[in-house]
Each structure stands twice: as C-alpha cells, then as structure tokens.
C-alpha cells in the first residue's frame, strides 16, 4: 500500500485489531498502528463499521465500551464517515450487481463515495464483488499477509 494514499478499513480490520488473537489481528495491527497512527495512510471506516465493533463491547460493558469508543472517536488519522443518500444509492446498486449483504455494499460504497481506491478487508466474498461492481476500487485482504 503506498504511503499517502487514504485507505478504507472494513469492519473485520477493526474487529481484528481490537480483539488482539484473531490470526489476521497481526496483519491488522500493522495497518492500524504502522500506518494509520503514524499518519502514513489516513483511513477512513463507515457509520456501518462502527455499529458492528460496537455489538460485543455493549454486552460487554462500560468499560470495553468506553475503549472501544475512545478509539473510533479519537484513533489519529481515523474517520467516520456517515452514510448520506449519495453512499446509500451506490450501496443499492452494488446489490444489484452482486451478492453482497447491505452491510457489506454500505461499506464499499463508502469508498466509492470518498474517492478511496484501496479497500483492507477480511471478507473472501469481496473479491469478486469488487471486481465486477467496483473496479476502481483494489482490495487488501488481511488473510493474504497472515503470518506476517
């Protein structure tokens, strides 16, 4: 990935990242660390992304709650970015040409929407959507670069 060049981080990078003992948890600490928090790669995440990392933390607590939401509030170089009628007309018709799930199409739409061209994600399903409905956009799968 070239340095400063904005990337979009779907859920399952987060997830990874945060959770720590996953098998792509290093893959993603590498993204999130090495390159977003030193300001390398600025990233971008969905409205979407937050409401799935924020699931376990609520059964969990305030505390995990209070982490998690630190986090995706004040990580440097981190963005959310809301879903509008723009991102959410793209993600219909993402659908339309795909298999992808709601959440996922929300997602990439996102990036679409943003302008970002590369996309880290864990999602095998991904590949070819992409290819079909989003080819401006390359995907990273964190499982390609596992183990480090």
Same mark, same amino acid.
Request: charged share 15%.
């Given at each position: 990935?070239?340095?400063?060049?904005? *990337?979009?981080? @779907?859920?399952? $990078?987060?997830l990874a990242y945060l959770n720590a003992g996953e098998a792509a948890s290093p893959a993603a600490t590498v993204v999130?660390?090495?390159?977003?928090?030193? %300001?390398?790669?600025?990233?971008?995440?969905?409205?979407? =992304?937050?409401?799935?990392?924020? $699931?376990?933390?609520?059964?969990?607590?305030?505390?995990?709650? %209070?982490? $998690?939401?630190?986090?995706?509030?004040?990580?440097?170089?981190?963005?959310?970015? =809301?879903?509008?009628?723009?991102?959410?007309?793209?993600?219909?018709?993402?659908?339309?040409?795909? =298999? !992808?799930?709601?959440? @996922?199409?929300?997602?990439?739409?996102?990036?679409?929407?943003?302008? *970002?061209? *590369?996309? *880290?994600?864990?999602?095998?399903?991904?590949?070819?959507?992409?290819? @079909?409905?989003?080819?401006? $956009?390359?995907?990273?799968? !964190?499982?390609?670069?596992?183990?480090?």
């Amino acid at each position: 990935m070239p340095p400063n060049t904005e *990337i979009l981080l @779907d859920t399952s $990078v987060v997830l990874a990242y945060l959770n720590a003992g996953e098998a792509a948890s290093p893959a993603a600490t590498v993204v999130i660390d090495d390159f977003v928090r030193t %300001g390398r790669n600025r990233a971008t995440i969905s409205a979407v =992304s937050v409401a799935e990392t924020l $699931v376990r933390p609520f059964d969990a607590g305030p505390a995990a709650l %209070g982490i $998690v939401d630190a986090f995706l509030l004040h990580f440097p170089n981190l963005t959310v970015t =809301s879903i509008d009628y723009a991102i959410a007309r793209e993600a219909a018709r993402l659908r339309a040409r795909t =298999s !992808l799930k709601t959440p @996922d199409a929300l997602i990439i739409a996102t990036a679409l929407g943003a302008g *970002i061209g *590369i996309v *880290i994600a864990n999602d095998a399903k991904w590949a070819s959507a992409i290819a @079909d409905a989003a080819p401006a $956009v390359t995907l990273c799968h !964190l499982d390609a670069h596992v183990p480090l």
